[in-house]
């Protein structure tokens, strides 16, 4: 039977989006998220129990978090609200509890706030009122890591659920169900090319609300011949241009991705590496590149090879000159000679050690013979009397104190065990 998806509005008949009309009405419908909803998932449990506690969904957006909520609202036959944390308020929330002692209240309410990252600090713990009612349940839902966004009193009261991007096989199931429903609805019967539901449900980007609107448009924009209607693979390219691409500089998007960046050149796999840096610049982000290579140059390579960080300086140079899209060619030559670098954090762990020691307050004045002495009284302080010039000694060096008394025996930098540093080493070790 066909759904009744419109409304009237003035002389004007609308229609709801394919998205919405495909809403799964329960659990299993829902495509995916089988760590969530497989029947032995312990989220699936508690959702059959009809015992939930306060919730965050989180994850992209199109991968089922809104719908997941509907169900479980429909299931423990609870009214369901739905606020968005950008337009609403508390007063909003407070216009809800007053539903409570009405017939629509009357199994208890579910809260469904989205985009809760928006709400402040004193909003998110005004929230905190409302989590400990037992006859409202609040799903909170948010793209953004809750750990950086959402505030500790609200994530102690709430259990955390990741709402992962679907696979294309995922995704493929719910381009299918839309055809079928636009079949139904307008009568017709489609017939995509070879490659039309895989191509769509690839481009979509793990985004089931994506790959729907582009069977809508297909659909709506088919050239017709009769009642059977062929869809094209051309076509469907055109419908989903760039929509697979998530992407989002100050998102988990942004540093997920630039994470994976330098992770794989420091694991010394240039095709992940080149690759992680396809998906960057396809963002548009060359800042971010930029700085990360430097970083990685001093970081992961350091003195294995430390003429890296000069060829890669100049690699950032000419992709900043150039701009994109040419910049990725000199971005490319310096992952992938950093990716097959010989590698060494030494250097890295020299400083973060020391570092380490400067914050927790170890602090003490360098030994008197190092202190500056090139002013009037310098002498009367003490200051330089037993300093020794190495270069006035054989092969430049002389055995003196350097570091402060109480830190005189500590070590800092240790010899990598790549070819330049265990020169250095054999180096000093002769001298000393």
Known sequence: MTPEPYTVSGTYTVLEPLAERARPTTLDEVVGQRHLLAPTALFRRAADSGHLPNMIFYGPSGTGKTTVARILAANTHRALHRLNATTAGLSDIRDIIDTLDGISGMNGVLLYLEEIQ?????????????LENGRIMMIAATTENPYFTIF????????????HPLTPEDVAQAVERGFRIEEERLGLTFEPEDGVIAHIAQACGGDVRKALSAVELLCSASVRDGTHVRVTLAD?????????????????????????????????????????LARI?????????????LVIAAEDIGLAYPQAIAVVKACVDAALQIGLPEAQLPLAEGVLLLATSPKSNTAAKAIWKASSDVAAGKTPDPPPHLRD????????????????????????????????????????????????EQAAKKYWEEIK
């Open 373 to 420: 002495a090139h002013y009037k009284g310098a002498e009367k302080l003490g200051r330089g009397l037993t300093y020794q010039y190495p270069h006035d000694f054989p092969r430049r060096w002389v055995a003196q104190q350097y570091l402060p008394d109480a830190l005189k025996d500590t070590v800092y930098y240790e010899y990598g065990d790549n070819k330049l």
């Open 281 to 293: 610049l396809a963002g548009g982000d060359l800042q971010s590149v930029c700085r990360r290579l």
């Open 118 to 130: 928006y709400f402040n600090k004193k909003q998110q713990q005004s929230l905190l009122e409302f």
């Open 152 to 163: 500790n009193a609200v994530l102690s009261r709430s259990t955390v659920f990741e709402f």
């Open 236 to 276: 469907a390219k055109a419908s989903t241009q760039r929509s697979n691409m998530r992407y989002d500089r100050d998102g988990d998007a942004h540093y997920d991705l630039l994470s994976a960046f330098q992770k794989s050149i420091r694991g010394s796999d240039p095709d992940a590496a080149v690759y992680y």
